[in-house]
């Protein structure tokens, strides 16, 4: 780490949007960055990654405004990494909420699909809509139209069976098999999601 009078040499160049004081910075505080997030994430090298990368981001963007008046570099960068790590948990918190849901059966593709249902704190909806346009890239087109068609675009049966040029009935079926492949998906990602973050 910097020495006080480096540090607010460093401090002072930040501000100034210096790249070089930025490498400095890096330098001299990934390690310690590195160790104090797997101090509050965990044993998990992705998530202590994920998170340090995060860090750095806030601090890039936040270094116009570092006061050396207010502290130490160090002192600042901590207060990012603990706000960054919160973060992170509030996320992983999220996560294995909706999977707890969806694997208890109180929330269903519809309620996936209709993210203004009262399940969700408004913090999370946007959340929830990443989630659900994530999972609907990854499922076959012609489900992904389906789903968006009936529970985003509230078309009827009649309506998507004309688009589709086919029967009610066989739309209907198309519909529960596209449910199926979403609620599948939807488990696989936020499974993999979790796994990866836990294991």
């Not at 990934?30 to 806030?58: C, H, P, Y």
């Not at 996320?91 to 969700?120: C, I, M, N, P, Y």
């Not at 992904?144 to 069976?161: C, H, P, Q, V």
């Not at 009935?169 to 979790?194: H, I, P, T, W, Y």
């Amino acid at each position: 780490m910097l020495g006080p009078e480096e540090q607010q040499d460093v401090g002072l160049r930040l501000r100034q949007g210096d790249r070089a004081a930025w490498a400095a910075l890096y330098e001299n505080y990934r390690i310690a960055v590195w160790r104090l997030t797997a101090r509050l994430v965990g044993g998990d090298s992705a998530a202590i990654a994920d998170v340090v990368q995060e860090v750095f981001l806030a601090a890039a963007m936040a270094g116009r405004r570092y006061d050396p008046e207010q502290g130490t570099l160090w002192g600042w960068l901590t207060g990012i990494v603990h706000r960054q790590a919160a973060n992170f948990w509030r996320k992983e918190e999220r996560a294995h909420r909706w999977r707890s849901l969806v694997e208890s059966g109180q929330l269903d593709v519809v309620q996936l699909l209709e993210t203004e249902d009262h399940l969700f704190l408004e913090s999370e909806r946007q959340d929830v809509a990443d989630l659900v346009r994530r999972v609907l890239a990854e499922i076959p087109g012609d489900y992904a139209i389906l789903l968006t068609s009936k529970y985003l675009d509230e078309r009827s049966l009649e309506d998507i069976a004309a688009e589709f040029g086919s029967t009610i009935d066989a739309a209907k079926s198309k519909l529960a098999r596209a449910r199926r492949e979403f609620r599948a998906a939807f488990e696989l990602l936020v499974g993999s999601d979790q796994g990866a973050r836990l294991s």
